[in-house]
């Protein structure tokens, strides 16, 4: 595995194999609640540009259950959030951290702190990606499905960092996916394009959500207007009406369909209460998988430095 994780097209099948392993070998072990602390006197510096509820508390806590301690750096209460350069920023903290966990903006920005620091960046969510959460959705699928192997990936909603990071996984792993936005809210067409060329079992985008949600194994969707987006949101909900998950959408896909969001949803919009509350909702376990997921990343990330 690469130095970083920003973006899980960059990950070998070996890669997704052992997150995948570990996050099942530590949730195990906590589970019987067996101490486990290979990462004791490590640090991980936790960057926040934007909000968060599940990122923040599963990488402090898997932090601090793995034995290491994690701070919280909002950009606010930083220099990086007058100016200093991500560089500096970058070099220094390197010396004084094992690894870094940036939640911003831009992609762009994440990269560079990677290329400058001699430590581990994961990225913790951009407007562009969301590679921790989608390796936690995929090992959620693995657990409620028994392999995310030819099953049909279906998301439906705007074509955010949620959207871009399921085209990038579905590029690398063979399950097929079923988008759906609206016309203007496309995801990102360079992902799209190279990953419709990588996918294993296919990409498909289509315009009727109906169509996505078809005799699909997964039913997937996210808000409709992300963060930095809230101006947007009244505009939005207009358009992204025909897209929201209700029964009568989740009844075209398979029986046994399983339902997820990343969270926060907004019940109402891209999701009714019934679908969010129902019986073949698994967001609360997946939000737990975060926990698990991100101390897999964190364990193979930052001990491997030792060696
Ligand atoms: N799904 C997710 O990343 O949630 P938070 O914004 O609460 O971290
Ligand atoms: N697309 C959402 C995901 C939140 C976890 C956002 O970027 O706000």
Redesign the pocket.
Known sequence: MRKDLLDVYDLELEDFKSIFENARRLKAMQEKKKAYTPLKGKTLGMIFD?????????FEVGMYQLGGLALFLSSRDTQLGRGESVGDTARIMSRYLDGIMI?TFSQEMVEEFAAFASIPVIN??TDLL?P??ILSDLFTIIEKKGTYEGLKVAYVGDGNNMANSWINAAARLPFHLALSCPEGYDPDAGIFDRGIKAAKEGITLYRDPAEAVKDADVVNTDVWAS?GQESEQEARAKVFRPYQINEALLSLAKKDAIVMH???AHRGEEITAEVLDGPQSVVIDQ?EN?LHVQKAILEILISREEK
């Open positions: 934007k909000s968060s509820t599940r990122t923040r508390v599963s939640r913790g969510l969301h921790c959460q963060m990343c969270l926060p939000a975060r």
